[in-house]
């Protein structure tokens, strides 16, 4: 089958090589009963659009779709634990959960088709990266109410792999067992990819198998992508996704040609808005990625806000074939801005910035200090002996505008987390 080929075995099998057109009319289809669907089985989603004023009849297309509310992280809290759910809870097959900074986590059910659509996006990226049936991967992100290790667990059964779930933790095993047992794919949180150079190099153990690298969960910097690439040996890979779209994997990854994430438009419809008005911004521009979920029955997001920001790369096919669209990587959250003494900065732009200086590791603590309401930032960071605070100083002066404080400390010596690294911390301080 060559992969221009466009009929209905194509669109089954292989649906991210169809046509711009075919892509359309699936979501137009799925769009239309999709919104039927949330109104008749969900009480909250009957409430939001009738306080709209809109019924499903009138929404009769994508076109309309601005009609439609949008929903955040908010709607997910106050309708806990399941209020947004559209099937009896006898039809839930699995949970996962992420825990948010209100306390109140976000839930996410899943029915068995759910699980199985899940594990389709993410063996579709499996096999994107180049992975085959018995190929070993080791699954590194932990097991349990966060969604990483059981989307990667899911989809790597779907796509036949050979399944080593070791689960977060215990560097020095998983590195011995990615020896022993000869791992080919890499599963991890960004962050951790570090860690295991780190502690592989103390080891002295090389992992010559090791060629495919999948990460995410994390802002994933060019700067990070080249430390892992040279210092793991691997092809680094950026997928992507949420608890609320149904978990890692589901809104996509980058292929081979690593020109922006492919987002499974087959199961997603996705735009990009202006943070504050929430009206779309042209493509190529910077803004808040809205997903919809046009493919799932626990609980599909209508118009989810997520936070993430990114920009339409290109709606052209891809030198992969495929020809869903790309996304670039996400290069922060509308709520991680830290404004400090009136300048605008994400920490994936720091990342960036220190990782560009030879010597630094990419390690680093953004500490946002508050004496009595006047804020200012330290940077410290994990470098070489011969890397000055000095350089770092003047290196984030010249990039960045301004020129935090802060230590420099020697490899190893900052706190690690198990899971998502933390980059941010704040300190209140008086005079
Ligand atoms: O982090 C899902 C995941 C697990 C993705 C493992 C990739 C690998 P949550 O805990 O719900 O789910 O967090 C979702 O993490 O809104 C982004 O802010 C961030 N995120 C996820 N993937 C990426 C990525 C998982 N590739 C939140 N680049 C999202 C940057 C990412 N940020």
Redesign the pocket.
């Known amino acids: 089958m060559s992969l221009t080929q466009t009929d209905d075995v194509t669109f089954a099998t292989q649906p991210e090589l169809v046509s711009r057109d075919e892509t359309r009319n699936h979501q137009e289809r799925l769009f239309r009963k999709m919104i039927s669907y949330v109104y008749e089985n969900n009480a909250f989603y009957r409430k939001r659009f009738n306080e709209a004023g809109i019924t499903p009849q009138e929404i009769r297309g994508l076109d309309d779709i601005n009609c439609v509310p949008m929903i955040s992280k908010t709607e997910f809290r106050e309708t806990y634990p399941l209020g947004m759910c559209c099937v009896p809870r006898e039809i839930i097959r699995e949970i996962h959960m992420?825990s948010g900074s209100t306390g109140v986590p976000v839930v996410m059910p899943y029915t068995k088709d759910d699980v199985k659509q899940w594990a389709d996006c993410m063996a579709r990226c499996y096999r994107m990266s180049g992975a085959a049936p018995g190929d070993p991967v080791q699954i590194t992100?932990s097991f349990g109410l966060?969604?990483?290790g059981f989307?990667m667990y899911h989809g790597a059964r779907e796509a036949e792999l050979f399944v080593i779930p070791t689960g977060a933790g215990n560097t020095e095993r998983q590195i011995r067992l990615a020896r022993d047992f000869k791992t080919r794919i890499f599963t991890a949180?960004v962050s951790y990819g570090i860690r295991i150079i780190e502690i592989m190099n103390n080891m002295g153990i090389e992992l010559p198998d090791l060629k495919i690298g999948i990460f995410?969960?994390?802002?994933?910097t060019d700067a990070m992508k080249k430390q892992i690439r040279n210092g793991l040996g691997v092809e680094p890979f950026?997928?992507?996704?949420?608890?609320e779209t149904g978990?890692?994997g589901t809104l996509g990854m980058d292929c081979r040609a690593h020109q922006g994430i492919h987002v499974w438009e087959d199961h997603y419809y996705i735009e990009v808005a202006d943070v504050t008005t929430h009206k779309p911004v042209p493509d190529g521009h910077l803004g808040e990625l809205i997903a919809t979920s046009l493919t799932r029955q626990a609980l599909p997001v209508i118009r989810f806000r997520?936070?993430?920001l990114t920009r339409i790369v290109s709606r052209e096919k891809c030198s992969c074939g495929r020809t869903h669209t790309r996304i670039e990587?996400?290069s922060g959250?509308a709520d991680d801005m830290l404004i400090v003494k009136g300048i605008n900065f994400f920490p994936s732009q720091v990342e960036q910035v220190l990782l560009e200086i030879p010597g630094v590791h990419p390690h680093y603590q953004i500490i946002i200090e508050d004496v009595e309401g006047v804020k200012d930032v330290r940077i410290n960071v994990e470098a070489e002996p011969d890397v000055t605070g000095y350089m770092v100083e003047k290196h984030l002066k010249e990039r960045l505008g301004f020129s935090p404080k802060g230590d420099v400390y020697k490899p190893g010596e900052l706190a690690r987390q198990d899971g998502k690294a933390q980059r941010v911390f704040y300190e209140k301080k008086t005079k």
Request: net charge negative; aromatic share 12%; hydrophobic share 30%.
């Open positions: 992420s992100p966060f969604n990483g989307g949180v995410g969960a994390e802002s994933f950026d997928i992507y996704g949420m608890t978990g890692v997520t936070g993430d990587t996400i959250r």
